[in-house]
């Protein structure tokens, strides 16, 4: 079956420092890759996706995220965090054939301590 | 931008009673979705559109039902509502069928069973 794993519920950084936030994906082909993020009593509002080429993807307010094949990783990085980046973070796929479907990891809770 | 609204924020119903969620987007996008959204269990698809007329089910549609008469337009209704149904509930569209298009989340709707 296809999946998406976000294996962290939380994570807390303090204020200045990189965050990373880890997602893994079990889906045959060559997938679409997005990342969301969602703030108190909002919609999810989208980050970056990756496609293909450069491994390295740039997004929204300083976001970026790392693509590894070998490891089926999409993991989502920000050198500086803010006290406003704390929120709910999805990752999400899309096959890229045989289906509309999105599929979403369980999203991990991100705290920025101050 | 893409503006996807869902019709009511809070909304408290009677088990039994018959609920129509709405959701209107004002780009042209050929897919809609709808997703519950549960602490712990990320977001999950409930039914999707690709056109108008047109719809499938998706991860767990029991209990629902939808309707797209108008492009713009999916509606979500819970039959005869029961109190396993008092979640989060979010609209989405995205532009074409296939592809890395991502998805325009309305706010929610927090839907409350009694």
């Known amino acids: 079956a296809q999946s998406v794993a976000q294996p962290e519920d939380q994570v807390n950084v303090a204020e200045g420092n990189p965050l990373t936030v880890k997602c893994t994906y079990s889906v045959s082909g060559n997938p679409y890759l997005f990342w969301y993020v969602q703030y108190p009593n909002r919609g999810l509002q989208f980050l970056l996706k990756y496609i293909t080429g450069d491994n390295l993807v740039k997004g929204s307010y300083g976001f970026e995220a790392e693509f590894n094949k070998s490891q089926t990783s999409f993991h989502l990085k920000k050198p500086s965090a803010l006290v406003s980046d704390s929120a709910l973070y999805f990752c999400a796929v899309r096959p890229s054939s045989g289906t509309y479907k999105y599929i979403f990891g369980t999203g991990t809770r991100l705290k920025v301590l101050a | 931008d893409v503006k996807v609204t869902q019709s009511s924020r809070y909304l408290v119903k009677r088990t039994g009673e018959k609920v129509f969620l709405e959701c209107v987007q004002d780009m042209d996008h050929e897919n809609m979705f709808w997703y519950r959204q549960d602490p712990g269990l990320g977001l999950r698809l409930i039914y999707f559109?690709?056109?108008?007329?047109?719809?499938e089910k998706g991860d767990i549609p029991e209990g629902y039902s939808v309707s797209r008469e108008k492009k713009e337009r999916f509606s979500l209704i819970l039959e005869s509502a029961s109190t396993n149904q008092t979640s989060m509930y979010l609209c989405a569209s995205s532009l074409s069928a296939g592809g890395a298009q991502p998805q325009h989340f309305g706010d929610g709707t927090r839907l409350s069973i009694l």
């Open positions: 559109s690709y056109d108008v007329k047109m719809k």
